[in-house]
């Protein structure tokens, strides 16, 4: 069982947006702006999309943007395009022993 | 533009120890403000993080996994390395190495990311 709690999936059609929740507590999500998301493609590695909650890395597509309400983040992707088909993950820092946790990991269906 | 890529055995024997290392290229391991992780991923499971050190030594661990991990760099080889003693089929999964922003004690960011290894626990 992760730490940060996300659907297993979501769905969308091409050009309309989803958002993907990431759950967690006043220790980690709730807490600090240090929210990050990851995209991954099958079989290659996780690609850092959003930093501190809402920052995006240079040459990510301003499509993607992240928020943040209480103890819960959320990514959203807006105009969708069919390579962002994808597993996505949140992290954030905690404050507990643990460090660093990573949410389950949600399935980004472009139909 | 910064590379890591991870090596070492592909296949451990259960109660062995499992060893990898991530040699870091296009820029140094000495960098502040960035720390260095590695990261697992079991097939077709979530991520989990494993435990990260600074050039210095100074070192972060999953408490999960702390009795078995040990994390050390070599600046002169601008590599980083990963031992996790007494396997498991448990512990088969692809191991990533990424440099870590980290400020005050904080985990940022990881980013970028070595392309992974599968290490798979099997006699």
């Known amino acids: 069982q992760s730490a940060l709690t996300q659907p297993a999936s979501v769905s969308g059609s091409p050009g309309q947006s989803i958002t993907i929740s990431c759950t967690g507590t006043?220790?980690?999500?709730?807490?600090?702006?240090?929210v990050s998301w990851y995209q991954q493609h099958p079989g290659k590695a996780p690609k850092l999309m959003i930093y501190?909650?809402?920052n995006r890395p240079s040459g990510v597509p301003d499509r993607f943007s992240g928020s943040k309400s209480g103890n819960t983040a959320s990514l959203t992707i807006s105009g969708l395009q069919a390579e962002d088909e994808a597993d996505y993950y949140c992290?954030?820092?905690?404050?507990?022993?643990?460090?660093?946790?990573f949410g389950g990991g949600t399935k980004l269906t472009v139909l | 533009q910064l590379q890591l890529q991870e090596s070492g055995p592909g296949l451990v024997k259960p109660s062995e120890t499992l060893s990898l290392t991530c040699t870091v290229s296009?820029?140094?391991?000495?960098?502040?403000?960035?720390?260095w992780g590695w990261i697992r991923q079991p097939p077709g499971k979530g991520l989990e993080w494993i435990g990260s050190?600074?050039?210095?030594?100074?070192?972060y661990y999953n408490p999960s996994l702390k009795s078995r991990v040990t994390i050390s760099v070599d600046t002169s080889k601008n590599q980083f390395s990963l031992k996790l003693s007494s396997v498991t089929a448990a512990d088969t999964a692809v191991y990533y190495c990424?440099?870590?922003?980290?400020?005050?004690?904080?985990?940022?960011?990881?980013?970028?990311w070595g392309q992974g290894t599968l290490v798979t626990v099997s006699s």
């Open positions: 501190e909650v809402s």
């Open positions: 296009g820029g140094s391991i000495s960098s502040s403000s960035y720390y």
């Open positions: 006043s220790s980690d999500v709730g807490g600090y702006n240090y």
């Open positions: 050190i600074y050039y210095s030594g100074s070192t």
């Open positions: 990424a440099r870590e922003m980290s400020i005050a004690a904080r985990s940022i960011w990881f980013d970028p």
């Open positions: 992290s954030s820092y905690t404050s507990s022993s643990t460090y660093v946790v």
